[in-house]
């Protein structure tokens, strides 16, 4: 065991306050103990500025003796004194060169570790003599100095001082320790001279193979803590050591589902193993292995801490004042902690089950107990996150007083629910979308510095309590602070007085209560407060509200207490609420009399023979047994991890001997090792990419396991090194278990008897071999970590991905370990490792990308993220990839990455990956907003050729909803002129009928919302918000305008009834760059459509502009702008100004003059003397009639540049070649379209048609202009509103359904069943009952309305169809499964049960008609067979099919394989047949959650045909819950949710389930259907049913009326002439989201789109 410096907490920041001046500053103190006390303590860096940084080190303090091996080897490294004298050992290898080995002995304060420097062989003696020291056991195998060189190679090394610690600190902040590794292995990987750092690394992690008798060298291994510094002070060693965010401890007990599935135990237990291995090898052993020493990182990497305990090993008796230490261990003279502690008992180690029966006997007071329960639920002294906590046990009114109830606080009660009371609580948990009464913290950061204000740095107030410290708001006195908490206590105020007095000369003292007098005092009677009978005989309540059973379930609903759960239960947590028991706790026995050793007024009695100690009343055996009982469930608050046999030998020989080699053994090893040095193959590129290949991710058999179990033969070498394998078996277990293996009376038990614990039954197969190989009861029959390694027990891609990941985890900095990544994923390791393991490697390299900065580093990036995108799964891509190019995307600023991201290659690889409703749902809104919002002129630029190129592909519908829409909903908030562009360039691809039904309708919009009549009452920043949304409208209209004909212009935009040039100009409310804008775009519109035209159709409607303006009073008060020059023709730029609306006379009637000829235009206008008559007067102009009109007097002084002006982005080329050659193909069945170039439209009618007729007429003609039917989409929202809100998500876009058919096509001879919709929303399939009632399947291209192609291989009617995603093909049910390709409708595979029976002929009469009356027995009326399939869902990220059937059952496919997989039976009924599965669906789809995951199918719901539903465990197949869910037949059920479930049946309701709660007594019922609900389909909140021939519209949102009913009013849908109704009967309902339309089904073959 290494010695330890334990000392308390306050004497230990004096320590590192003295010891470095401020450069570290303390944070928190780490123990072992429920005491404040320890040897460990978490400091905070400082950068060169002395301001504190986030990094955080852990430094550990060991005694200093001058006899001690390691503080002579730093006593050598700080005199700066140079070689070793070990001259008794001398082997002769002079034959070996000195640049054939490199080793590093640590770097002296003066240097720094980098390449230049490493450390070479100073003394040849060094390296030859490599035997162990004759002093110390710290090695078996080598010197102490060659060992402490190896375990810290990065260490600084030199005495503690507030300069060295700078230096340490600038090394660790540069990231760059161990960057020439890193460098000497990307030279390898590119084939170049890479030096021997790269070779002897890669040795270290088993390349070729794992070394135990290699010998040491410079380098650490990549699982072994990084030392950054030994420091030496006037009485200590300080150990420096990175701190990482989490220990095993914490994952397991705060987020045990962060360790999220077997491979990723494999994989931690292997990084354990290979460090295990080389310091094994080093003739050490750790000694300590736990999970609390077990340090992990954010993806899970994990180090083994080498400190004290490793580094201090000696075997001589040292001199014993070297460790002289007071009575509260290493404190400073008069520390007050030594007084503070000294009447209680409690030992360093925390043993529970002593602990709680020395407890329930009144052995160990109140206090004690509730410290050692908080140590095991982890909460740390000083540690103000996660701060041990106490009960308030009075409310301070009144002195306690035992016999009076008057002042004692309710402690079966949760402080929160007595501050909050249970009316509150009850709301909360009835109306929170995750039910729960408290918060997930029962102390909470606010309040322990709260209650701590008095003694903590004004700086700690300001983060924590608030920003701006105001002394008067805190709490002044105990009872104002009691009252004002809803959170629980802190051990200081039964221990410490020091907390009330204050050191802040604003903040007067924490004044206690008059009954007190003092601090001093108050804590005295706090405590006996807290030790009384009364607060004894009900603390176990508090306990199990804080600790134990009433934290969780039905217990925790009884006592108001559930708790909030984490938004993500796989991220890691340091900290948590850990629940200690499952069982109530026994009330502790009540203890009369005196007791000795009394203090505080609590008792503490001790087992020595006290005269004074009265006998516990144990005569109640009942209570005895529960609390023996209660104890014997509680085991596992005693892990143990090691076997304890200290005293046992082998043959005959001592420990000593045992732990330890021979001189002959070491001598041998050294001389196989020189001889092999260089003889291993020659690994290059080559090599690692056969090593990283995977064949096959499948797991090991079990033969082959077994078979190595009983036949491996590399055996461990000393009981030291067993100890850690048996710790390797324990930990692996509890991983598998999720509890320990191991209590002391288990251990015991298996000790003695060998009889293994009942648990060890419940680990799979493979890792049952592993714990029982490695927790052999003879020590010497466990396998070394090297044969472990070595063995079947781990798969390939455990290795491969360990090979990848282990020199991505040096200490090198970022941009280094990037050039790694990219480099070694660009020559084909991913590719080599298979999707499997490129997906555990993802997590630790995608946050690299955010990191690059420089033009160089984003090409690295740009390189390793699209080898993720072409090696990953799917549901890998989804949730590791898609989040990483999120947030690259929302960059701000310039970034060379996102603008390589946002080109059309990398973009249409992503698109084909993850399907365009995925891109649509994650990538999407994204391009939008880089063309928004201050953007960046290089990535708008690319945003925009990237909309454009994918509007075709999208088709119109999505086009408008998704890319125009978003684009106009941006008008006025920071659009760009990129931005207005695409609007452009998008309208002139798709032609003059996109244009005029979607862009035009939605500018009108636009334009009416911003001059409203209650536009004026707006705020100033809404109305300066609508201005400029009038003017990007007006600059969009210029951009399109010569896109059209000036037939399209007279029609659409000055025979408008709202001309919107002239609307915006005759307001007087306006801007004036809004009139400016406008004036300047209505001379250009007149110019495109000629002076004729002009004089026609606008000139008129400036009649009453011209009048306003000539009899305006600002004609006479106008400023004057100009001189007396006659005859002068005034010239107008950009830089001229607008100062009134008069100004609109100069920009209108001069350039009407010179278009119109002045003689024209003084015809139409009455009032052009006056006007003439200012501008002659103000602006010195008069007519002078010179040809064509000057541009400059068309340009705007203060106006935009125009959309398509030479300088925009995409202007330079052509739209088509902008498209071509970046990823985007132009789609030839589009047809050729353009500005210039669209197919001529016949009569312009015809874009006002009915639907349902002009369907009709296109039928006859040759060509139809593709998405012909598709109507504005302006008309079915509301007014666009640009001033409510600066953001506009997709989620809130309003979409008024008209409850519309906009177009019918006859689709079967009988009822159409079913709907299979893809991705693309532009291909629809429809299942149904085709001629001689046979199932027909057609497939349908929406944009033409053509059925492009039929399936007819079913002999019966088709009951349901899915779409396989991931392969293009189609999965359809008649009783039998058909899978077929959906673009050729060539079939792949059919199945069927094998008691499958032809249907009777007879039936077939019945199939073309849904008939949907229930018999008694809930069943329709169409009788299946048990063998027969149902209906089907795809589980899409697994790539399965789940097909019900008729008896009951679930029967899964491979898709991929065409195989049968397992079978899930449903639950027997009482009924005397079994109820067929009406409906199946499951929980996850391909949608994001905010911290990176996806929604996994973790649930799979099926509903039958008797009312009831099932919900299964989609990885066991276990029914989680079954209940009867309605009254009859349920139609349909959708997860509209990971926790909601939505169902419809043929008892005239919708249901909605929340999984979360008790779901079979809490739901929401949706009444008011006059008949079966016959199907359903779910967008975001809304469900659209179908009910007869009308639908029901209704949200998962909805609040009850006011007799507490949910309604639903069912309404007809009417066609295109908004009068005549549906009459058909639907029979099936399916959504288009992103296009805005949905789609039914009728009993008479036609399938109708609506709107």
């Known amino acids: 065991m290494g010695r330890e410096t334990k000392m308390c907490f306050d004497c230990l920041q004096r320590r590192v306050e003295a010891d470095y001046s401020g450069e570290l500053s303390f944070v928190y103190g780490l123990s072992d103990s429920p005491l404040p006390f320890g040897s460990s303590a978490v400091v905070q860096m400082s950068d060169s500025g002395g301001a504190a940084t986030s990094q955080q080190l852990v430094l550990s303090y060991v005694p200093y003796c001058e006899e001690d091996c390691l503080s002579k080897y730093i006593d050598e490294y700080s005199s700066g004194e140079g070689g070793y004298d070990n001259a008794g050992e001398n082997i002769m290898l002079s034959n070996l060169e000195r640049d054939q080995v490199e080793f590093s002995v640590g770097i002296s304060s003066g240097k720094s570790n980098s390449s230049a420097t490493t450390t070479q062989c100073r003394d040849r003696n060094m390296f030859i003599n490599g035997l162990r020291c004759e002093k110390c056991r710290l090695s078996s195998r080598f010197s102490c100095s060659r060992t402490i060189a190896s375990l810290a190679p990065t260490a600084r090394i030199g005495k503690a001082s507030s300069a060295l610690s700078e230096d340490l600190a600038s090394d660790f902040l540069s990231g760059a320790l161990e960057d020439h590794i890193l460098h000497s292995i990307n030279l390898l990987i590119d084939g170049k001279s890479a030096g021997h750092e790269s070779i002897n690394f890669l040795s270290l992690i088993g390349i070729p193979s794992f070394e135990e008798n290699g010998f040491p060298g410079c380098i650490r291994h990549p699982n ?336 108001k207490n559930v708790i909030l759960p984490p938004s993500i239960s796989t991220k890691p947590r340091s900290m948590g609420r850990r629940q200690l028991f499952t069982q109530p706790h026994p009330p502790r026995q009540k203890v009369t009399g005196k007791l000795c050793g009394k203090k505080y007024g609590y008792t503490k009695a001790k087992n020595n023979g006290c005269k004074d100690a009265l006998p516990i009343e144990t005569d109640n055996l009942r209570e005895l047994e529960e609390a023996a009982l209660f104890s014997e469930k509680s085991w596992h608050l005693c892990p143990c991890y090691n076997d304890y046999l200290k005293d046992r030998v082998k043959d005959g020989f001592s420990e000593k001997e045992l732990m330890t080699d021979s001189i002959d053994n070491i001598l041998s090893r050294q001389s196989d090792w020189v001889k092999n040095f260089g003889a291993s193959p020659n690994v290059d590129l080559s090599y690692l990419l056969e090593y990283l290949e995977v064949d096959d991710d499948g797991s090991t058999g079990f033969q082959e396991l077994f078979l190595w179990s009983q036949t491996f033969t590399s055996k461990i070498s000393s009981k030291s090194a067993a100890d850690d394998m048996f710790a390797i078996g324990c930990i692996l277990a509890e991983l598998q278990l999720r509890k320990p293996l191991f209590g002391l009376n288990s251990l015991d038990l298996y000790l003695e008897s060998g009889v293994l614990p009942s648990p060890m039954q419940e680990l799979p197969y493979h890792a049952r071999l592993i714990v029982e190989t490695c927790i052999q009861k003879d020590w010497s029959r466990r396998p070394s970590a090297k044969c472990i390694l070595e063995s079947p027990c781990f798969p390939k891609s455990v290795k491969s991905s360990y090979l990848f990941l282990s020199s991505f985890h040096l200490l090198a900095n970022d941009a280094c370990r990037l050039q790694y990544a990219a480099t070694f994923a660009k020559h084909g390791a991913l590719k080599a490792m298979g999707a499997f393991g490129v997906e555990m490697c993802a997590p630790h390299c995608l946050p690299l990308l955010m990191t690059s900065t420089s033009d160089t580093e984003a090409e690295w990036a740009y390189m390793l993220l699209s080898e993720f995108l072409k090696c990953l799964k799917l549901e890998a891509i989804m949730k590791l990839v898609v989040p990483s190019i999120q947030s ?635 209940w009867q869910a309605h009254d009859g037949y349920v139609t349909k059920l959708a997860a509209a949710s990971d926790h909601l479930l939505v169902s419809s049946s043929l008892d005239k309701t919708l249901r909605i389930w929340d999984l979360r709660r008790n779901w079979a007594s809490e739901y929401t019922v949706f009444k008011g259907y006059g008949d079966s609900v016959s199907g359903f389909s779910v967008w975001g909140k809304n469900v659209i049913s179908i009910c007869k021939n009308k639908i029901g519209l209704c949200s998962l949102a909805s609040t009850a009326d006011e007799d507490g009913q949910f309604r639903v009013i069912p309404q007809n849908l009417y066609m295109a002439d908004g009068e005549s109704k549906n009459l058909s009967m639907l029979s099936a309902i399916s959504i288009l989201p992103f296009s805005r339309l949905f789609l039914v089904g009728t009993e008479d073959g036609h399938f109708k789109i609506c709107w």
């Open 224 to 559: 072994i803590v990084p030392i950054l510094g030994i420091l030496k002070s006037s009485s200590h060693i300080n150990i420096v050591l990175q701190k990482t965010p989490f220990t095993l401890e914490n994952i397991m007990h705060y987020s045990p589902d962060a360790v999220k599935s077997d491979w990723h135990v494999i994989f931690l237990i292997y990084q354990l193993l290979s460090a295990l291995a080389y310091i094994h090898g080093l003739g050490i052993a750790h000694g300590n292995l736990c999970p609390s020493n077990i340090m992990l990182n954010d993806t899970g990497w994990c180090w083994l801490p080498i400190g004290g305990s490793q580094l201090l090993n000696s075997e001589v008796n040292l001199h014993e004042e070297c460790y002289k230490c007071s009575a509260c261990g290493f404190c400073f003279e008069g520390c007050f902690f030594s007084t503070l502690y000294a009447d209680l008992s409690l030992s360093e180690s925390v043993d529970w089950h002593s602990s709680f029966h020395r407890w329930w006997l009144g052995e160990l007071s109140n206090f004690e107990y509730l410290l050692i329960l908080n140590r095991l639920a982890g909460r740390r002294w000083g540690d103000h996150t996660f701060s041990a906590v106490m009960p308030w046990v009075v409310d301070f009114s009144v002195k306690p007083d035992e016999n009076s109830d008057v002042g004692w606080r309710d402690l079966s009660k949760s402080k929160w629910r007595l501050a909050k009371g249970d009316e509150q609580l009850d709301f909360t948990y009835s109306t929170s979308e995750i039910p729960h009464h408290v918060s997930d913290e029962c102390l909470s950061e606010l309040a322990v510095c709260s209650y701590k204000a008095r003694r903590l740095p004004l700086s700690v107030l300001r983060t924590a309590v608030r920003s701006v410290y105001e002394p008067n708001e805190y709490p002044s006195n105990m009872q104002r602070l009691y009252q004002w908490t809803p959170d629980e206590c802190i051990p200081e105020f039964y221990c410490d007085p020091r907390i009330f007095y204050s050191l802040h000369s604003g903040m007067p003292d924490l004044a206690v209560p008059s009954w007190a007098g003092t601090p001093e005092r108050f804590i005295k009677l706090h405590r006996d407060a807290l030790e009384n009978n009364r607060v004894s005989c009900q603390i176990h309540n508090w306990i199990d509200i804080t600790f134990g059973y009433k934290m969780y379930g039905a217990a925790a609903i009884d006592a």
């Open 888 to 1522: 690259i995307l929302q960059v701000s600023g310039h970034s060379h990455l996102k603008v390589s991201l946002l080109q059309g290659s990398f973009m249409h690889e992503l698109w084909n990956r993850i399907g365009k409703q995925a891109y649509l749902e994650t990538i999407h809104p994204l391009i939008i907003s880089n063309l928004s919002v201050a953007p960046q002129k290089s990535s708008s630029a690319a945003a925009t050729v990237l909309l454009i190129g994918s509007s075709e592909e999208l088709g119109v519908p999505i086009t408008v909803h998704q890319t125009i829409l978003s684009l106009i909903l941006c008008f006025g908030k920071g659009i760009c002129n990129d931005g207005i562009d695409a609007l452009v360039r998008i309208g002139g691809l798709f032609g003059e009928n996109l244009i005029v039904k979607q862009i035009l309708p939605l500018l009108r919009s636009v334009v009416h919302s911003c001059t409203d009549t209650s536009y004026a009452n707006k705020s100033e920043p809404l109305q300066s918000w609508g201005s400029l949304a009038l003017i990007d409208c007006l600059t969009t209209l210029d951009g399109i305008v010569p896109s059209l004909t000036n037939d399209i212009i007279i029609k659409e935009l000055t025979e408008d009834r709202s001309f919107m040039h002239v609307k915006i100009l005759m307001r007087r409310d306006l801007e004036n760059r809004v009139y400016q804008t406008s004036a300047r775009s209505l001379i250009r519109i007149c110019q495109q459509i000629g002076a004729d035209l002009t004089a026609v159709h606008v000139l008129p409607k400036l009649r009453e502009l011209f009048s306003e303006l000539a009899f305006s009073n600002e004609n006479d008060n106008h400023v004057h702008l100009g001189g007396n020059l006659k005859g002068q023709r005034m010239k107008f730029s950009k830089e001229d100004g607008f100062e009134s609306r008069m100004d609109l006379v100069l920009i209108l009637y001069p350039p009407l003059a010179s278009l119109l000829g002045i003689e024209k235009l003084r015809q139409c206008c009455a009032t052009w003397l006056l006007l003439e008559q200012f501008l002659l007067r103000h602006q010195n102009w008069k007519w002078e009639y010179t040809g064509d009109p000057s541009q400059s007097d068309l340009e705007g002084k203060n106006g935009r540049r125009s959309s398509y002006d030479k300088n925009s982005s995409s202007n330079k080329m052509p739209t088509k070649l902008l498209l071509n050659g970046v990823g985007w193909s132009i789609p030839q069945s589009q047809g050729k379209r353009g500005p210039k170039n669209t197919v001529p439209i016949k009569n312009l009618s015809e874009h006002y048609q009915n639907p349902v007729e002009r369907h009709v007429i296109s039928s006859a003609s040759e060509f139809q202009e593709p998405w012909y039917w598709f109507p504005s989409a302006a008309s079915s929202l509301s007014i666009l509103d640009f001033t409510s809100r600066t953001t506009f998500p997709k989620d809130e876009l309003p979409w008024k359904i008209k409850a519309s058919i906009i177009q019918s096509s006859r689709a079967h001879h009988g009822a159409l069943r079913s709907f299979a919709v893809d991705h693309n929303e532009c291909t629809v399939f429809t299942a149904g009952v085709g001629p001689g009632f046979r199932g027909n399947i057609q497939r349908w291209e929406l944009s033409t309305v053509d059925c492009v192609m039929s399936y007819n291989r079913h002999e019966e009617v088709v009951n349901d169809i899915r779409i396989l995603a991931s392969s293009g093909r189609v999965a359809s049910c008649d009783g039998t499964v058909h899978i077929w390709n959906g673009q050729t409708g060539k079939i792949i595979s059919a199945f069927s049960e094998s008691s499958l029976t032809s249907t009777r002929r007879i039936d077939r009469d019945e199939d073309n008609m849904l008939h949907f009356n229930p018999s008694p027995s809930g069943m329709i009326s169409n009788v299946f067979h048990g063998s027969l399939y149902t209906k089907i869902d795809y589980l899409e990220f697994i790539d399965r099919l789940v097909v019900g059937t008729g008896n009951g059952s679930l029967r899964f496919f491979d898709v991929n394989s065409g195989q049968k997989l397992h079978l899930w039976r449903g639950e027997p009924t009482d009924s005397s047949f079994s109820p067929l599965i009406s409906s199946i669906c499951s929980s996850g789809s391909a949608k994001l959650h905010p911290e990176d995951n996806v929604a996994y199918p973790s649930w799979i719901a099926a509903s039958f045909s008797t009312g009831y539903c099932s919900l299964f465990d989609m990885r066991s197949g276990n029914i989680i819950s079954s």
